[in-house]
C-alpha cells in the first residue's frame, strides 16, 4: 500500500534554532516528492519539488534532502523564526495508471520566543 | 497577480443536500485540481482537470464530481450529502499537469455537513 509517514507527529522549538522533520515513504512508482507549508486555516504552500535524481533543494531557509534508495527525505529548517510555526506536509507523486497524490499526515511545527 | 479564489469560504448544508464549490485559477493556468482535507484522514486527491477534462481522480465515490470551463475556472459538486463531507476542500492551480508543476493552493472552502 502506497504510504508517506511523517515524524515526530508535532515538535516545539526556541526562535533561532534550526530543526529537521523527516519523511519516509512506501510508493510506487515515484515521480517526486514535495514539501509544503500549511499555517492554520489556510492552504498549503509549496517549498520545495524533488525529482528521482534530486538529492537537495533549497528554498531560502528550508533545504529539503532525498535518498530514493532508502526512500526517506528530510526538511531542515535554519534559524527559525516564529512565522515557522505551521504544519509541514511531505506528498510523493505517483505516475501512471490512476496516479495520485499520497500525502503524509504533516508534523505540526511550533516556534516559540 | 491574483492568487486562486474559492467560493464560498463556508458553507453550512444539511445531509442529503448538494453543494457546488467554485475555484477560479492563476491567471493562465490550466491544470485545476481538489483536494479533501478531514482531520482524521488528512489531505486526500479528489481530482485533476487539464484543458477542461478530467485527467486522474481519486478514491472518492461518484457522489463527487466536478467540471472545468473554457475560462480554466473549475467546480466540483458532491451529491447527497453525508456528515463525513464536512472538511475543507481546497483547490489548486498550476500551468501544466499537476504532477509534473508546482501547484498553488487557495484558501480552501470549509464545508459544514449537518
Known amino acids: 500500500k502506497n504510504q508517506v509517514e511523517q515524524s515526530p507527529q508535532s515538535l516545539i522549538i526556541l526562535e533561532g534554532k534550526n530543526c529537521t522533520l523527516q519523511?519516509?515513504?512506501?510508493?510506487?512508482?515515484?515521480?517526486?516528492l514535495r514539501w509544503y507549508k500549511q499555517d492554520t486555516g489556510r492552504g498549503p504552500v509549496s517549498l520545495t519539488i524533488?525529482?528521482?535524481?534530486?538529492n537537495t533543494k533549497s528554498n531560502g531557509r528550508y533545504t529539503a534532502t532525498l535518498d530514493a534508495d532508502t526512500k526517506q527525505s528530510s526538511l531542515h529548517i535554519t534559524a527559525s523564526q516564529l512565522s515557522d510555526s505551521a504544519s509541514y506536509i511531505c506528498?510523493?507523486?505517483?505516475?501512471?495508471?490512476?496516479?495520485?497524490?499520497?500525502f503524509g499526515p504533516g508534523t505540526r511545527l511550533s516556534v516559540l520566543p | 497577480k491574483a492568487g486562486v479564489t474559492q467560493t464560498p469560504r463556508y458553507l453550512i448544508k444539511t445531509r442529503g443536500q448538494q453543494v457546488t464549490l467554485s475555484c477560479s485559477p492563476i491567471?493562465?493556468?490550466?491544470?485545476v485540481s481538489w483536494y479533501q482535507q478531514t482531520p482524521g484522514q488528512g489531505l486526500q486527491f479528489l481530482f485533476e482537470?487539464?484543458?477542461?477534462?478530467?485527467?486522474n481522480k481519486g478514491n472518492f465515490p461518484g457522489r463527487f464530481s466536478g467540471r472545468q470551463f473554457s475560462n480554466s475556472r473549475s467546480e466540483m459538486n458532491v451529491s447527497t450529502l453525508e456528515l463525513g463531507d464536512s472538511a475543507l476542500y481546497l483547490c489548486?492551480?498550476?500551468?501544466?499537469?499537476?504532477?509534473?508543476?508546482?501547484?498553488?493552493f487557495g484558501p480552501g472552502t470549509r464545508l459544514t455537513v449537518l
Open positions: 482537470y487539464f484543458s477542461e477534462t478530467q485527467r
Open positions: 491567471s493562465g493556468h490550466r491544470s
Open positions: 506528498v510523493v507523486f505517483s505516475p501512471g495508471d490512476g496516479q495520485n497524490f499520497v
Open positions: 489548486a492551480s498550476s500551468l501544466t499537469r499537476v504532477g509534473t508543476d508546482t501547484q498553488y
Open positions: 519523511c519516509n515513504y512506501t510508493v510506487s512508482p515515484f515521480s517526486n
Open positions: 524533488m525529482t528521482f535524481s534530486e
